[in-house]
């Protein structure tokens, strides 16, 4: 079983940056896909970014108003931690942060889709007003 802590969101202006932080405990992160997810109000949960074991291959969610260009998913499997780096936020933003851990994937594959994530976080509150 793994366990993931969210932690690092909260309410900032448009235009600021915030990091998210995703800590595991229970077991080792290294051999883990691992993807960000967000839900806004009324809205499906969606992924923003992804990352394989070693980070040798990286997703951002490439659609229209997209976060690429803006967000930064990064790993350090030596202190189980997962980050998301968002910068130049906007208020279309606004939603809960999930992280989440995949045991299905192997090495150099990343996923966007939640089907393939076997753990995940309670999710942490990211507000960015206008």
């Known amino acids: 079983q793994v366990q993931l802590v969210e932690s690092g969101g909260g309410l900032v202006q448009a235009g600021g940056s915030l990091r998210l932080s995703c800590a595991a405990s229970g077991r080792a992160l290294s051999r883990y896909a691992m993807g960000w997810f967000r839900q806004a109000p009324g809205k499906e949960r969606e992924c923003v970014a992804a990352i394989s074991w070693s980070a040798t291959s990286i997703y951002y969610a490439d659609y229209v108003d997209s976060v690429k260009g803006r967000f930064t998913i990064s790993r350090e499997n030596a202190k189980n931690t997962v980050y998301l780096q968002m910068n130049r936020l906007k208020p279309e933003d606004t939603a809960v942060y999930y992280c989440?851990?995949?045991?299905?994937?192997?090495?150099?594959?990343?996923?966007?889709?939640?089907?393939?994530?076997?753990?995940w976080g309670q999710g942490t509150q990211v507000t960015v007003s206008s």
């Open positions: 989440a851990a995949s045991t299905r994937l192997a090495d150099y594959i990343t996923s966007r889709s939640a089907e393939n994530y076997d753990y």
